[in-house]
């Protein structure tokens, strides 16, 4: 049996899962690839921490020269994070000749398309299904699978802190600190939660999601992103009353060459499968010109979860091996030679519909003057709901709009804040209707 | 650039969705592949019938051996369907050499395993993604991205007439006759629909699913399978109440050793994400070891998600054949030596909750004595809901279970039915309950 020669870089809690899955399930792994998967160096600069799994004598190093120097070794997997070293070492094992396997987002949002270059270059493969969406099979999915079809749209949910916040304030009442404080006590968010809940987190992955699903250069500069802590329960309220729930969407879709790219609180209707999912689930929903909506959905963390996809990446190349292949699918889904610059919608140019929620003084002119701003503006106005009636109190004005221009609604956003009788920004939200399913 | 040669076998309506595929978007296959892929002959009794869909002079031709004799052609695509000619054709291909991709569940449900060691001993691919989930990428998803987990459950939607009728009875209030009018009108179910009502062609979506989730031979004879025809609104409006709702499922569970199968219409929680899934949609929800739950969901059947899966199959065997590869993954997600012979759990001894509906003419005693039935079989009621007074009406008397034995209930159905004040057989309905996502 063929023996394939395998190296972590990055022993923290996904390296741990990658290392645990191929030395506790090898013979399943044995007996499904036909390879022997051979974990053969670990490298973490902090060796002497208890993991939980057991590494026979000089497997676990503190250096990651004993992998990048190895010529026995034949995938490198990159699971230290970051954009630092990992980029430098990820790039030394590419042009060492090693096909690398990584789960990490962050660089792959910012220096992807170099990365890319370098192992073609080589003439390796690089495999990151466990980038985007923990265990869902996406990458294989988009590459592979949909290979017939255009991307119209995807809309995801990509974020499991995110969606666990949401469901909390949803689900049981919860201000967003509240439900970001449970969150954090139950390990579904950081102590410095910033990355996931202001959005950035998702666009990494929209950023990787959009180039596979259009053929485009990877392109996070361009993505438009809003984090939920915005969101109160009295807009998820609303919602639920119009009959849709509010999630944290990043959403693409193609308008022939540009490309919409946005991560933005999203009002959606329940008939949406997005809807339900809740909790730290991961959900990515797919309008492919031949297939119609498709919707992929797991746990998009976690260490086994995220361990299984990489593992499943090493698999893959391991099966390429044995058959004397490599690069038998392109890195991004097209070939390096044509893919396409990014060309995205500017923000502006973004035709949706909108949430529009005021605390008005209760002035009864105060909605005629709405009106009239939005109304000059072109914006048209499909419900008013106005709750309340004591004169001193601010309550609150929610509208719905037809689908209107994003430049004008935010000049809109500015005059109504502008208002006496509102003292504080209104709360916008963009709503996204989906086709039906029948 | 290499061209692979390819000609299909029948072209109803999937036949005529890959032809269009191939040749309409042979620009998008060439660029994705790196390969030609060139649709040399499609074979069809039926030459004249107006397609839509433009074949160059000498394709279509009304003989199959214009494809299985010629030497030239790499990739054979079965679209007859049915288990006769079709059995015979594409051992023929295997056998001359010949990669096959196949849609056929009917024939793999019943001949796979012998299907299978024919590609084995001839040493080429046999692909299938379009015969059980349409365009949802199931076979590939459990052939490779989960190969490093056992499944320990799977609970499938895998038939669109079945759901779009539940989905009517359950949203509309529609009797089961209705809906299937409904349904038949709009083209979501044949003029002769007894093969998916009855649950048979989920049957053999599930045969092919448990083959390659626990590595065991295809097995379609030990699969227990009721239709949806004893479905009614009554008991979707219970369901309801109890915060659940009817579907047609597919279910398989490893218990070590022995899996169950089994399809019959199921209450499943409104927690539960295939309880969103309407209409024509089909999906599959998976437990696995490590990844824990998952699902995939998207349109089970018609013309272009159908054809969409296949050509993913095509282009699936076109880039091992560019890389002068073939075999990269085994038929069954297994080598074939690894395949265990199924042993599937027999039905009586499933333990799962239950919905007892029973008629029953208003007699003070009769529940008293129902649950004497119950008490002696050792079957433990979670809670009796019982509609209606007038002294002479049938009124519905509803029961759910604990975990109970099913040769248990059944033995307590029979005698129940034998009550004087129960005038017909009475309604079971099994339960699944799920893990909480959160």
Redesign the interface.
Known sequence: MKQINIGILGCGVVGTGVAK?LLE?KD??S????AFLHLKRVADPDTQRDRDVHFDEGVLVPDAEQILEDPEIDIVVELIGGKGIAKEYTIRALEKGKHVVTANKALLSAHGNEIVKVARTAQVDLAF?ASTGG???II??MR???????IRSMSAILNGTCN?IL?RISKHGDSFEKALKTAQEKGFAEAEPSLDIDGHDSSHKLAILNSLAHGIDINLDDIHVEGISCIKPIDIRFAANFGYDIKLLAISKSHGEQVEARVHPTMIPL?N?LA??????NAVAID?D??????????GA?M??T???V??DI??IA??L?????????IL???ED?IKKADILPMKDLYTRYYIRCAAVDNPGVLSKISGILGELGISIESVHQKGKNANDAVPVVMITHEAKEENVIRAIDRISALDSIPDKPVLIRIEDNN???
């Open positions: 899955l399930k399943l792994l007996s499904r690839t036909g299904e265990c869902m099979p294989k999915t592979e699978s949909l290979i017939a079809n255009n666990y469901t008939s499968p339900h999912v809740t909790g730290v689930m492919a031949e297939t119609g909506p498709t919707m992929l959905y797991g746990h976690g086994m979860p361990a299984s996809a593992v499943s698999a893959d099966r390429n044995i058959v004397s292949a490599k690069r038998r699918v392109p889904g097209y070939p044509n039906t399913q029948e």
